[in-house]
């Protein structure tokens, strides 16, 4: 197996170059290229500023894995306030909307696997316990950390056959990885069966850390008060991180319903995209911006969302929700619409998200394979207000439901920080 991890570290090797490469023609090539090679110096810089700290480090490939990785180290910080945390990501669409998360002493990119490069990270870093967001598994950094006896956790993981530590001409090699891990947190009881068939029987099933984070901000959100009162008495959907597929499937519905309001909160706020929606409803849309600073468009009813940070409250407000990327790489966040008790719905692209399995079990929303099912399945829910209330009661319920990995991933952790044993 170490043959192999040098050998992967040789490839990584020549990916550098190439990513170098890119980097002269790609920003997010860039962004990843000079990270990775800074983090070594910073890591070291940053350990002679603080040469006896004991520091906790915890690993997310993006922002989708930060969000799972979020709850646990804000309890963490809760309970170790003088504890140094570490976070480090591998892509840069996680690293730079974070870098300057507040929960974190320290936010790094995570460096090249090649054995030199995260030997000389760890060495510096100097870490008490690991922890790791889904299925981010480097090998040499497994390697290096169990030969020296640090404790890694690995939390909110969900697997599946077709994984390559299950399947796969390296499918010997991906399961010794896992091997290294001493603690696992999943998902689902189908992920433990995947790892017991591999011979790895330290397993938990502790359920999906999001369900903590999206609980709580459904609780702490605030709903701004020009936002409520251009409410007043209507209905409200909201499109959460919506592209031109959802606004268009709408477009009809506006026009039908006089006593509904939209809320349109684009994935991407650039200023043509908010353009763009203004054109198809032309004479209907303010913007967000515009009714913060001014207080005027309070009949309008579209609202556009060009803003940071006020989706949640605005969910507040919504009765139904329409949740972008389905007919994209994949649905974006369908919990935190949920959360708020809003009726959910999305398209057809949701096969790696367990969620929006459960939340059809349940009777929380509704999976669409096309844009007149999805126009058809919203005029019911408006027409219909009591089904349409039964549905967003029902995706609260799965989400306070699912609430609670947090603390039993902290049990884990915890144990781990203390040197307990099990």
């Known amino acids: 197996m170490v043959v192999l991890d040098h050998i992967l570290g040789v490839v990584l090797k020549v990916y550098q170059i190439l990513l170098g490469l890119a980097s002269l023609f790609s920003l997010k090539a860039a962004q990843l290229f000079k990270g990775q090679r800074h983090s070594i110096a910073m890591i070291e810089e940053w350990r002679a500023q603080n040469p006896d700290a004991k520091v906790f480090w915890i690993h997310a490939a993006s922002l989708g894995e930060f969000e799972q990785g979020r709850p646990v180290i804000e309890e963490f910080k809760a309970r170790y306030p003088t504890a140094k945390v570490v976070l480090t990501f591998y892509s840069p669409s996680g690293y730079e909307v974070r870098k300057n998360y507040s929960g974190a002493d320290l936010i790094l990119y995570l460096p ?38 640090i404790p890694v956790i690995l939390f909110s993981a969900i697997f599946r056959p077709q994984h390559r530590f299950f399947s796969g001409l390296l499918k010997v090699y991906w399961s010794g990885i896992l091997q290294r891990i001493g603690d696992f947190h999943l998902q689902d009881e189908a992920s433990g069966r995947l790892l017991s068939g591999i011979g790895i029987d330290q397993w938990t099933v502790s359920g999906d850390t999001r369900y903590d984070r999206v609980w709580k901000v459904a609780q702490e959100a605030v709903l701004k008060t020009e936002f409520a009162n251009w409410k007043g008495q209507n209905r409200v959907v909201v499109l959460g991180s919506s592209y031109e597929e959802e606004e268009t499937m709408i477009q009809s519905l506006v026009l039908k319903y006089n006593d509904v309001k939209w809320v349109i909160a684009p994935h991407h706020i650039e200023e043509h995209r908010i353009a763009s929606i203004e054109q198809r409803f032309l004479g209907e849309t303010v913007r967000a911006t515009e009714m913060l600073q001014t207080g005027k468009g309070l009949e309008k009813r579209v609202l556009i969302l060009n803003t940071m940070g006020d989706l949640g409250g605005l969910y507040r407000l919504g009765e139904m929700a329409v949740v972008g990327g389905g007919w994209g790489k994949g649905i974006h966040n369908i919990l935190e619409p949920a959360a708020h008790g809003c009726a959910v719905l999305w398209g057809p692209n ?12 349940l009777g929380g929303g509704s999976r669409v394979e096309d844009m007149q099912q999805a126009k058809r399945q919203l005029e019911d829910w408006i027409e219909h207000t009591e089904k349409g209330k039964e549905v967003g009661k029902n995706a609260r319920e799965l989400v306070r439901r699912g609430a609670g990995a947090t603390d039993k991933v902290l049990k884990t952790i915890v144990e781990k920080w203390e040197g307990k044993k099990r």
Not at 350 to 361: C, H, S
């Open 112 to 149: 090249a696997d090649t054995s030199r490069a995260m030997s000389s990270f760890i060495k510096a870093m100097r870490p008490s316990t690991v922890a790791i967001v889904k299925y981010e598994v480097w090998p040499n950094m497994l390697r290096i950390l169990q030969e020296i006896g």
């Open 350 to 361: 949701d096969g790696r998200f367990m969620e929006a399995k459960l939340m059809v079990e």
